[in-house]
């Protein structure tokens, strides 16, 4: 009869590969790595995951190579599945090869089937040289971009990333790096040998230039603040679009509420400048509400907020970039958190206080046009709940890419009294028409009735008291919520974004 001892040597090889992979790059890479502040690709697994819960497939792929570059597997955030793949950039510098690759895919391909995020956790230098072609190896981009719209997709970048490896972050739905990521097509070497550019990783790709080019969202100080920002992230969406986002449990800060201090923070006249986060802080359960992309287009706020305990997005104008005016940045990085909210099924809050898009030469070599018109695509066609609220103006095309007309299939729509809006405002009609004094007077005070008259013909549901803002949301979404008889299922999208 058999026994163990028939299967020590067995286990014991196991064991011994295992450790192998485990070791990651060795000591002495992992010292260095550790020396510049920096967890290791296990060490940021275990930060991201609730305590104990990684179980790792393909531990053994790569053979010598520990893990072939790649940490991957499954655990809980929250409580909840995802998939989780880290780049070990201990090991030949985390680059991928075809082992790598297969993981890469996997990874995907169980999100996607499983119906939970998947969670990229990346430092790697790209495809790995081999002098030969793959192949008809399935490349992991492609498993990733039948991910879009039906699970949540977020990257970590702790580090210099790419190539290939790169390209992971601007095909995710969300994407956050350290102080030390940086991010590009092709590193320092390559760029000199093909161009002649002498340039730095950081002057190439780093914080600086992928924040304020778009390609990264958001920037963390270290590699904890970056993990705990995913999860918090994370903590918005339902695990798939076959599910609608979580509310939480009923609290102190998530029953109606008078908002006064609005009063003060809102200017009655528009030319005064303010500060729309202050008008969030007062709005939702707590001022502890999450922005998405802070520092690109900042003429528009993005944020991921609860509203009665019910996770949501929202839109706002900030009169104090740019006095509201919407230029192509701003419209692109809210066409984009759109599309990813509407996807996840988050109910869409637009706070509307602008005097149209851009204008100027500038801004219409910027394509100022074409994004506004890729924003106006993504929020009219956006089948989520939509509660809109003017509060001083919106102005022609500027009104309608932030869901201000009143038959866009808004749950709710509200304006303060006294909002301005038109196809321009009284001051550039008064411009553009050379008017005459007596005219322009008349132009101002029709400007200033337009919101009565509006009400009057239900161009708004109603204008409300800037006291009755969070209330008047609130009943709104809680009406909305009630659509939601049926199971959630992906949006299917036709429209070809401008």
């Known amino acids: 009869m058999a026994g163990t001892g028939d299967w020590q040597e067995t286990l014991g090889e196991l064991a011994r590969r295992r450790d192998h992979s485990r070791a990651m790059g060795g000591d002495e890479r992992l ?22 819960s990684f179980r ?15 940490v991957a597997g499954a655990g809980l955030i929250d409580g909840r599945p995802v998939m989780v793949g880290a780049e070990d950039f201990t090991t030949l510098a985390g680059s991928i090869g075809p082992g790598g690759n297969a993981k890469r895919y996997r990874l995907a391909e169980l999100a996607l089937s499983d119906r939970i995020p998947l969670v990229m956790l990346l430092e790697g230098a790209g495809f790995r040289p081999s002098g030969e072609h793959y192949g008809r190896t399935p490349t992991d981009l492609l498993a990733q971009a039948r991910c879009s719209g039906k699970v949540p997709t977020v990257s970590g970048l702790f580090g210099p990333s790419a190539g290939h490896g ?20 092709a590193g320092p070497p ?32 270290d590699d904890a603040a970056v993990l705990d920002d995913i999860r918090r992230y994370l903590s918005y969406f339902p695990s798939s679009a076959w599910s609608y986002p979580a509310s939480r449990g009923a609290d102190e800060t998530t029953g109606p509420r008078s908002t006064p201090e609005l009063l003060e923070i809102v200017p009655r006249g528009n030319r005064r400048v303010y500060d729309m986060r202050a008008v969030l802080d ?18 528009i706020i993005c944020a991921l907020a609860h509203l009665g305990g019910h996770p949501v997005a929202v839109v706002a104008n900030q009169p104090r970039v740019l006095a509201g005016s919407i230029d192509a940045d701003a419209a ?3 066409a984009h958190f759109i599309t990813v909210a509407d996807s996840f099924h988050l109910p869409i809050v637009f706070l509307a206080d602008n005097p149209g898009m851009l204008p100027g030469s500038r801004s219409e070599k910027s394509g100022v046009l074409r994004s506004g018109a890729r924003m106006f695509a993504a929020q009219t066609t956006a089948t989520t709940i939509k509660l809109h609220v003017t509060l001083r103006k919106a102005y022609g095309f500027g009104s309608m890419v932030m ?15 006294g909002a301005t809006m038109g196809a321009m405002s009284a001051a550039a009609l008064s411009r553009a028409s050379h008017a005459a004094e007596d005219v322009e007077a008349r132009l101002r005070q029709a400007e200033v009735d337009a ?41 299917a999208r036709t429209t070809i974004t401008p």
Not at 38 to 52: E, F, P, V
Not at 176 to 183: E, F, L, N, R, V
Not at 282 to 298: L, M
Not at 403 to 417: E, K, V
């Open 190 to 221: 390559v760029v000199k040998e093909s161009t002649g550019e002498d340039i730095s990783k950081e002057q190439l790709g780093g914080p600086d230039v992928a924040l304020s080019s778009g390609v990264i969202h958001n920037l963390g100080s």
């Open 56 to 70: 790792e497939f393909g531990s053994l792929v790569g053979g010598d190579i520990a893990a072939d570059g790649i």
């Open 282 to 299: 007062a709005v939702f359960d707590s001022p502890d509400w999450f922005e998405v992309q802070p520092k690109f287009g900042p003429a």
């Open 403 to 417: 869901s201000l007309l009143g038959f866009d299939n808004q749950s709710a729509t509200y304006a303060y009294p």
């Open 451 to 491: 919101s009565f008259r509006s009400a009057g013909h239900l161009g708004f549901d109603d204008l409300i008291h800037p006291e009755e803002t969070r209330d008047a949301l609130l009943d709104g979404l809680s009406r909305g919520i009630h659509r939601r008889q049926a199971a959630a299922e992906p949006v």
């Open 31 to 52: 010292a260095k790595h550790h020396g510049k502040g920096k967890l290791d690709a296990r060490g940021r697994i275990d930060h991201l995951l609730d305590k104990g």
């Open 332 to 334: 692109d990085k809210a």
């Open 166 to 185: 790169a390209l992971v972050a601007p095909v995710c739905d969300w994407t956050i790096m350290t102080s030390q990521g940086a991010i590009f097509t």
